[in-house]
Each structure stands twice: as C-alpha cells, then as structure tokens.
C-alpha cells in the first residue's frame, strides 16, 4: 500500500463490554479480508484475570489478530486489542497505552479512545457500539461526529443494551444494526465515490446550484433554519456523508429522496447542528476566568446587582452549567455574592430540553474533579443531575442567532466554535450582535481558532491563546446596525398567499435590498411579535422602551419586556389588533426619564410572514411633539378612564385567585413536610441501593467477558488434546513426560527404541527405568532441571552407535512454575556424519584461504543469510556468532561507505557490472576502521532473472590504504603548516602577540621583533638570559612569575600567567603569557617556548562588567580600534562581527572599519560618528554596511571612547545591531 493510501484508509474503533464476545465473532465472521480498514477493539476487561481474546478472535477472521503495544503503528486489514489494567489512545497512526487504575475514579476506556481516534483520523473515524452496560462511548461518539466521522450501534440483539441505548439517545448515531449486518453497511459507506479521495460535491456545485438552494430551501421550510449560509466545506461534507449512509450518488436524487423523506430532513438538520461540549471543556481556559475575568465582574457589585452572561450555541447545556459551577465556586471561597443569570440559547431544541433537564449520563463527567461532583450534583440511577441552585441561574430558551433579537447589558459572552461554522458575513453579523449584547468593559470568549476578525478595533485580546476579549466601546452601537439579518423577514401585512401567489414571488430576492434600506432609513424603532406576543425581531435602538427580561422563565413576551408606563396601553393595542385585525395608535403616551418627561406615539398593526404564512404584530415606538391646543383626528389614550375600569376587573380576578391559592399552599405545604421526610428516607435507601448495585454491575459485568471467553477456551483445550495425542503417536522424536514427583506421565512410541518404557510403566517412577544411553544418568539430569527450572541439552551415544540430541525442559505452567520434566531424544546420527564431512572440507578450505591472505563468503539474497569461514571473522575481530545475517556486516560499513557498497551490489544484481567489486571501511571489534576489498559474483537466479545466491571473497587492504593516506596527510600538512605560519605572523603583528624560547641548557633566551615592543628594549641591547626577563617584571610580581613557571616544570604542563611589567622609562604595563617547557627521553627539561601578549585595554580585568558580558555572548557586533595608530586600525572584533559580515577576524584587524561601507561614504550617519570622533564623545547613528559578499544592511551604530586613569582615549569601542531596511 502506498503512502498515500496509508494516510486515508479508515480506522475502526469497537467498543463493547459485557456481552460483547458474541457480538465481536459475528461481526468480524462477516468482514471480508480485504477491507481495507483498521480495527482496534475496546473492551471493558477485568484487571485480575488474563484475556484469551486474540486466540479467541483469530478463529473467527482471517484478519490478523493483535493485543497492542505502546507506540505500534496501525495497519489496515489488522485487529488490535486493548491489553488489561490499560488505557489506549491513537496519535499520527500509533497507539499509546497507560495504565488505567479504579483509584482514579470513573474509568472510560471507550470514551477516551474515540476522542482520540475523532482527533487523528477525522472523517476517517468510524466508532462502533456493540453490547455492554453503563454508558461509556456516548462522549466519544460526540467527538467523532464533530469531526465528520460516521457511528454505528448495535440493534436490540445486545445482550447488555445499556452502552447501545446510551449511544441512540444522542440522536447522533447513523446506523442500527446487529453485528452481522454491519460489515456490508460499512464497506458500502466507504465506498461511496463522495468519501472518496478523488471525488467531492464541489464540481458538481460548480455545474448546478439548483439541487444545493432546494436542498437548502426544503430544510428551511421543514425547520425554520437557513443554512445556505453555513460555511460550503462543512455543509457539502456532511451532505456527502447522508448520501454515502443512503447509498445516494446524485446530489439530485438525493432532493428528490429529501422531498419525500421528512424523517431524513430531520436527520441531516440534526447533521448540521452537531456540537460536541463538556463540562469544563479546555480547562486552562476555565482557569484564567475564574482568576481573571471572574473577579473583574464582581468588583464593586452587591448581592441584589445582577451579573449577566450569555452562552449562544449551548447545545445541551454542558458549557452553560460549567460557568454557573464556576461563579458558584467564587462566591462561596471569597464571600463576594451577586444575582448570576446565565442566559444559553440555541436552535436545537432537543438540544434544550436535555439541558433543561440537567440530566447527564455518567460518561460526561469523566472531567469533572471529585469536589465538583459531590458539590454541585446528585446521582440518579445510571446518572446525574445538576443540583437545583445551579440549575435555578441558567435559563435556556430557543433563539437564531440569525434571526432573533440578542439580550443586553451582558457582562460575559461565552460562544466557542460557532462562528467557524458560519461564512465571513455572517460571522460579522454575529460579532456585531455581540457588540451590541455586551456592556462596556464586558468580555467576549471565543473558541480556540475563531478571532474577532473586524472587530479588533473594539475588542482587546486579554488572552490570545483561549481567545478571551475585553469589550472596550464605551457605549453599544445602535441596534440596527447590528441586526441586518433579522430584517431579511419583514415584510408588508398581506394575507397568506395561495399557491400560486407563491409561486409568483420566486423573484423576491431582488426587492428584499431595497426594503432593507427603506426600513434602515424610514422606520422608527420598533419590534415584531408573534401571536404568542414573543419578540422575535428588532429594529432600531429600542432599549428606552424595552429591557431584556431576567428570571428562570424566560421567553422573550413583550409584557415582561415592556416599562411599567407602557404596560397597559401596549396591552390594549395589541388586543384590539389581534381581536379585530385593525391597525391601532395611542399618541402623546408620556414617558418620565432622568433628562425629562417626553412623549411617543405607539403603533401596533399586523403583518404576515411570507415562508410559514405566521401572522405577526409590529409594535412601533415613535417620538411625539406633544402640543395639546392642536386638535388631532387619532385616539389618544385616556390613561385615567382605560386604567380604572382595567384595575377594578383584575382586582377582582387577583383576589379570586389569592383565595384559592391559599388555600393550595395550606394543602401543599402539608403534602410536602409528609412526602419530604419519605424522600429522604428513600434517598438514603436509594444511595445504598444505588452504590451496592453498581458494585456488582461491574463484576458481573466482568464475569460474563470473563465466562464466555472460558467456555471458548475449554472447547479449544479439547481440540489442542486432541491433536496433541495424535501428534504424540505420529512423531518421530522420542519425547517422556515426567510430572512433579518424576513419574512417567506420557512418552511417545519413538523413545522405546532407546529408553526401556512399556505402556504399564506410565505412573512408574522414572528412576526405576533402564535406558542404552552411554555414560548418562537421566533420573540426575531430570532432578536438576525441576530444581533448576534450566534446560540442559547435549549428545548423547547408545549401545548401538546411535548419536542423540538429548533435550531436558522444566514442564512449566501458565504461571511459569515448573511441574515436571520433557525430556526429548532426537536421532541425528546422519547429520552428525555430514557435518563431520562438511567440517572437514571447512577446515581444507580454510587453509587455503590463509595461504591467500584470503576470507570467503555467500549470501543467500531472499532471507539476507550469510556463510563464511572463521578467517573472515579473524580479520574483525569478533565471533563467528555475532553474524548471522547480511545486515550484521552492513551495520559496521563507514557511514560514508555504506551507500557505495548498496549501489555497487545492486549494480551487480541487475547486470550492469559482471562481478561485485567494492572497497569500503568496517569497523573492527576494537573500534577502529579498516580497509577491506569485497570481490563477488551471483552464482544462481531463478526463473525471473532474481539473484538467489552471491559468493565471493574479501582481503584485507588496511596496510596499504594507511600507507596511502599516510603520504597524503604529510602533503596536507606540509601546506596547512605553510598556511598557519602565515596566519600566525599577521595575527601575531596585529594583535600584539610576540613568541619567545628558551634554552634551558645554555640559558639563551630569544624573544621576536614584537616581545621587544612590548617589553620596551632593543634587541641589541638585551642580555637574552633568563635573568633579564625576569629583570623585566614588575618587583612585586617577580616571585608569583618565577612560581608559576617552576610550578610548570614540576608538573610537566602548560602554563598562563598574567603580570606586569616595567619598562625603561618607568612606564608600567600589563601583558599575559603562555608557556609550555619540552624535555628529553631521559625525563630531562630541554627548552621552553610560549606566547606573550600586552593586555592594555582588550584585557578583561580592564573592560567594565557590561562590556565583559556583551563579548562573551552577544549576537551584537563589537569592534573595538586603536586611535593611536595610524589610521585608527581595527584591533579587536568578536564572532557576532564574523557572523554577520562575512569577514573573518585575520582579515580585517590592522583595517580601517571604513572597509565596512565598501566606498558607500556619503551618509548622514557616518557624519554623526565623525563629529563625535573628532569632539572624543560617544555618538549613535543608523549606518549602511556592506558584506563581505557585497550585499548591503543597515545597523544601528553606537561607539564609545575608552580612556585610561590618566583621562585619554586608548581605544574606541563600536557596538553595531543589525536593524530592517527601512
């Protein structure tokens, strides 16, 4: 199979537990070999007993069988199975195992593999659910949905339908099936040419967008949801995937089967709204908002203040109840109290009502501490419930984003992974709901690869990682311009259309921009309700007249919205316009704010929404010039006269009602003390129940894997006796079986021939047997190896001049304790004649071949097996016994070599070259490589051309080679010598370095040209003696000097030595020093030869600290030059200055940096630096440099005069960086 094909075949994940067994032989009896699927089965398996799953599998599929190992690479057509006490995870093709342990809580083996398989393999992850209890897998089966992967779960024929009902209830699964019919199911999935690699949806959206928008334009009228505007990637892939489940290749046909099927536009809706959360999802995120954002939101409040939060997309409720959890946890460690409300919408209502519930099966509390589990929730049966004071600050409620009004004065934003969803405009509209939602200061979190794109210049990143914002407007903008979507369906009150005014408006779209625009620039603020009076549009800033609603129900009715002074008018109007389908307008309504009293005029008139033909009521707030001497022909609200007859008809009704409802409390409240003292007598019972029950699920659980994979195993034993019989009568080794005491147990007929056995003497001890053996006692030998537990094996001779291999085994257990013996007698006396025949040509051969100088070797090709005679070992200096195949010599070939013996075999092998000839290093047993000569020829092929078999012959040429290379290496040397020399008398010049000898037989000292320099003397004049250079040193240093050198001598090392010296005119220096003393065979000091340098500025003791630390690690170029030179020579540079110019230290020192612009010397920069050389002053400039390579780069140059104690300037320190070109 090719790489690519390696990368994209699918990968089966099997999860099962009590029951399981049956399910497994009937799926995998069904799979064909060549599927080219991997399949890793994961299984719930007792840690206490050995699983005989991969012998009991093998017989059920020609597919092979393994437990996996850590780090083994998946193979297609393979079956892995989970090891006991072990968890196993997928990552880039390999699984990885850990040790599982109970201590650590709930253990979900199935769940944590798919997540994985879900993260590696994508849409090719397939998870399949077989027969178990509990509900592990339901979390993984989310994961691999998300990802675009396909489930499968077995029907009502599992024995145990605890796992598979679990899997169903998440309406996620794509196909119920007993486990015989799986397999073709699963190979018609992947077959179908849309999941192919090759072929996609895209060419044929490319053709034909008709089949795409009716698709698109059925689930729309089916759902209320649009989902033309889902990101195309996403929607075709998942498109493609109902088609390959209803073996559909047409996208046309698949319409025309949606148009028909409304269950299946349930199905691929559902498709679409795959979500996968959990609690505490990311938890490092979780962590910065409790630290961070947690504390920002409660600054300053008080228990009555609210804190608002808003969680669209919550699908079923995880990530909403994990905030409330969080929020929880502060007020109780620190004491801080405020009114949490949590607000999570979505448009999923199945979605909703689990999350309403707070009903969650235990395999979604995998990542929920221990703390948190006992705190905030309670165990029901197989599950757990969120605990109701948690349960009572999150409010779900059905919502489009799209489409319905978002809340406001929201402090925190949570919507993570939704807008990845959705293409680039709509991501704007929703980041724009957001803006609108969010107080000032609030804060926004995103999913981990969404940003908020535009909106930057609004929203600060408090933490880029996990996508947290801070909300930095100071006031939200208007409402209309963040609800551009929602404005798609306003349109005129007409009444319901028939069918073909239907179907006369196809065209509606090219009108629907300009009735946006006139409702943008015409329209007052105003709301649109449904006949429930629920708000399901806005338009305009119509937050003075309305606020969200707050309480645990909410939803969204206009009268719990509305301000108190509004309440009764807009009551009266919208009755009179449902009752008589009129439009109504109350005018001069009066309204006091904080500025002043100001007056509207209020509207309300219906319209009629054209896809589901819904009735719907505007509500229209419009400010009023109030003047009363005007006489106006429209109804002005009479507040007085409208309220008192209003108020006294509901008084009425509100003491009715306070009646009866006393009267139910008295009832209820008595009802409830009675049935709350049995609740908690159950509950405890209930707990007990519940724990004791779980206890022996789980064993039993395990006993039933455990039963059924012993029944198996005791009808195999009875065929492996079988054989075993018949192999015992068929054989022809003579084999006894003695048992723990050494009686004879068994033994096969071959043996009598040898060993004197009848079949009475079976339970007779073994000493009491004779036997023909020469000079062997076998009872001994039996005695030892029980004792022992160690084999023995030897040749053995009987009285006929029979030769025997006798073989004696420990008889071990499964538990490797030995109970007996096998003991076995193998006649080789014919191969022992032709081994000593074949000994005897070896031995002639072999001394021959050392006559030559000469080893031999063959190879057979097809299994790499190698032969060779001892001298070809001789010559490497290892055992015969450490080569037993080709690559064993191969593997001690030079690197370098390695590739040229390939090639000159593989020549060979295919024609090109007629005999194999190659010289190549190996290396010998001592480490060393030597030189060897291989000559070789195929002596056989088969039919095909193939080589089989290549003998050849190998000489030891390290003798010459060496020679060889001997006289190459003094040539070189000859001409780096010459080249050092070269390098070392410039370097010598520029750098102040002087070399001296002396002789320390005859005391003559000789110093170079620059040792006089630097001392100060001429030579002429100079006594050349020891004395004198010591004449030379400071006094105080003298005796420190004189010690170190003899010190050196001592110790036959070299030495350094730092130290002063003073100088004819007084003038004192500082120079450093390198030594090194030779002597003779007798151990006798001869002569003494070393380095001196005068340290001045360039010593480090001289340089301050900063300086010191730059040079020795920065990449920032440092020069430092001699102004008291001519020319002011460069004397010192470090390696960043190498690195960065190309120039090597030798060749620029004694230049001028100059040399730098490459004659580029009209610069602003450079006339910077000149005024600051020529005032002594530090001075910085951005300069053009040039490479050595001639490329040019700026750098910002700064230099610095340093001076000595007397204040003059000795050297000129230069530090460049390296900046962009501007």
Known sequence: MDATSEAEFYIVGVGTSAGGLEALEKFFTHMPPDNQMAFVVIQHLSPDYESHMVELLSKYTPLKVHEARD???????????????????????????????????????????????????????????????????????????????????????????????????????????????????????????????????????????????????????????????????????????????????????????????????????????ISVTRFFRDPEAFDILKRDIVPELFKGKRPQDQIRIWVPGCATGEEAYSLAILFQEYMQETGVHADVKIFATDIDQDALDVASRGVYPESTLADISFERLRDFFIKRGDSYEILRHVRASVVFAYQNLVKDPPFSRIDLVSCRNLLIYLQPHLQKSVMGLFQFALRPQGYLLLGSSETVGDFSNVFTSHNNRWKIYRYD????????????PMMADLRPSLPPKTPRAVA?????????????????????????????????????????????????QVNLNIMNMVRAELTLPLSTALHRTMQNQETVTYNHIRLEETAGVHYINLTTRQFWERNNRQRLILVQFEESAYQPVEADSSETFDLNQSAAQRIDDLEHQLQYTKENLQATIEELETSNEELQATNEELLAANEELQSTNEELQSVNEELTTVNNEYQLKIRELTHLNNDINNLLSATDIGTIFLDGNLTVRRFTPAVQGTVNLIAQDVDRPFKHISHNLIGIDLHAYAERVLESKTGVEREAHSQNGNVYLLKLSPYLTHTHQADGVVISLIDITRRRHAEQETDDYRSRLDMAMQAGNLAWWEIDVPSGQITFNRRKTDLLGYAATNFTHYSDFTRLLHPDDYDPAMAAMRQHFEGIAPTYQIIYRIRHQDGAYRWFQDIGQVVARDAAGAPLTVTGIVIDITDLKQAEEERQRHRQTQAELARSQAILSQTRHVASFGHWELNLTTD???????????????????????????????????????????????????????????????????????????????????????????????????????????????????????????????????????????????????????????????????????????????GQAVVRNYRKDGTPFSNNVAIYPLKNTAGHIVRWLGIQREVAES
């Open 504 to 552: 006369a408006s196809a065209d509606w779209h090219s009108s629907d921009t300009i009735l946006r625009h006139l409702v943008e620039q015409m329209l007052p603020p105003c709301v649109v309700i449904d006949e429930r009076q629920t708000v399901i549009h806005a338009f305009g800033d119509v937050r003075q007249y309305l606020e969200a609603p707050i309480g645990y």
């Open 473 to 484: 407007g100071d006031t939200p903008p208007p409402l209309r311009h963040s609800l551009g």
């Open 1004 to 1178: 003559q000292l000789h110093w170079s040209p620059e040792v006089h320099t630097i001392f100060g003397t001429v030579p002429e004049r100079f006594d050349g003696t020891y004395a004198a250079f010591l004449e030379c040193v400071h006094p105080d240093d003298r005796a420190a000097v004189e010690q170190v050198y003899r010190d050196s001598i001592t110790s036959r090392t070299p030495y350094h030595v730092k130290h002063r010296i003073l100088l004819a005119d007084g003038t004192v220096k500082r120079v450093s020093e390198w030594g090194e003393t030779f002597f003779d065979e007798n151990g006798r000091a001869t002569h003494s030869v070393g380095l001196v340098q005068e340290l001045s500025v360039l010593d480090d003791s001289a340089l301050p600290a900063p300086l010191q630390n730059a040079l020795a690690g920065s990449d920032d170029i440092f020069i430092i030059t001699d102004p008291n030179l001519p020319g002011n020579p460069i004397v010192y540079v470090n390696a960043a200055f190498e690195k960065h110019t190309g120039y090597l230290a030798v060749e620029v020192i004694g230049q001028n940096p100059r040399l730098l612009q490459n004659g580029d010397m009209d610069q602003p920069g450079l006339d910077t630096l000149r005024q600051a050389l020529a005032a002594g002053m530090p």
């Open 71 to 273: 780090g083994v690479k998946v193979e297609p057509e393979n079956i892995y199975l989970i090891p006991r006490r072990k968890n196993m995870t997928i990552f880039k093709g390999k699984l990885y195992l850990v040790e599982s342990g109970r201590s650590q809580g709930l253990n979900l083996p199935i769940d944590i593999f798919f997540e994985s398989l879900a993260k590696d393999r994508s849409e090719k992850a397939i998870g399949i659910i077989l027969s178990g209890t509990g509900s592990d897998g339901t979390r993984g089966i989310r994961a691999i949905k998300e990802m675009g992967g396909m489930v499968m779960v077995q029907d009502e024929s599992a024995r145990f339908d605890g796992m598979p009902r679990s899997a169903i209830s998440t309406q996620l699964v794509d196909y119920v099936l007993p486990p015989h019919a799986m397999p073709p199911s699963l190979l018609s999935y992947i077959k179908h040419p849309y999941l192919n690699r090759d072929l996609s949806l895209q060419p044929a959206i490319a053709d034909d967008q008709v089949p795409l928008e009716k698709l698109f334009a059925i689930l729309r009228n089916r759902t209320g949801i649009d989902f033309s505007d889902y990101k195309p990637n996403t929607v075709l892939r998942r498109i493609a995937r109902r088609m390959s489940i209803n073996q559909i290749d047409e996208l046309s046909d698949y319409v025309r089967f949606l148009e028909h099927a409304s269950a299946e536009s349930q199905l691929l809706y559902k498709e679409f709204l």
